[in-house]
């Protein structure tokens, strides 16, 4: 590998704290998804994964507690000639469009043996065979919801991720956003 010239060391040092608000901001989010979303047996919170230009770095898949995920670092010409999104963060588990509530499925009154997250809604019936997850309604059933109804969309349109991001980028740059 060549050596980097002074102008490419100055460089990188310079979009060092725009290369970190974007890292942490990107992680940060998908902390907030795994918190936010339905956690059965944990598989779901740790399928995501974050996609920059040139590298990719994905979850480990695994049951149990979500586990963090590392942005992958970003080159600085990704960051200096690229004007768009720098990372794009999906999930690959394939319930994925169930747990975000994008399309409607059949859920069945089970509890796993070890949930990886406390139900948010505990004891309820569901109004049909097939409805969106979380859709729980009060009463004597055995149906349970670990995260909201429409939690994905009230996560991205409700301000909460651009929260994260803000305050990702403040901690880069000492300022107000």
């Not at 060391?9 to 725009?18: G, H, N, R, S, V």
């Not at 994905?58 to 004007?83: H, N, V, W, Y």
């Amino acid at each position: 590998m060549p050596r980097k010239t002074l102008a490419q060391q100055f460089e990188d040092i310079a979009l060092t704290p725009l290369r970190l608000a974007c890292k942490f901001s990107a992680e940060g989010i998908v902390r907030d998804l795994q918190k936010e979303g339905p956690s059965w047996t944990g598989t779901f919170a740790n399928s995501y994964q974050i996609a920059s230009s040139s590298k990719t770095t994905t979850g480990s898949k695994a049951a149990g507690a979500p586990q963090a995920l590392k942005a992958p670092r970003l080159t600085a010409d990704e960051i200096k000639f690229k004007p768009e999104i720098k990372y794009t963060i999906t999930n690959t588990a394939p319930h994925k469009d169930y747990a975000l509530d994008f399309k409607e499925g059949r859920f069945y009154p089970r509890v796993p043996k070890s949930s990886a997250k406390k139900p948010v809604i505990e004891g309820g019936t569901r109004p049909s065979t097939e409805h969106r997850r979380g859709q729980v309604s009060p009463g004597g059933g055995t149906a349970t919801s670990t995260a909201e109804l429409d939690w994905y969309n009230t996560y991205t349109g409700g301000g909460r991720m651009d929260k994260t991001v803000r305050i990702a980028v403040n901690q880069q740059f000492k300022g107000e956003l």
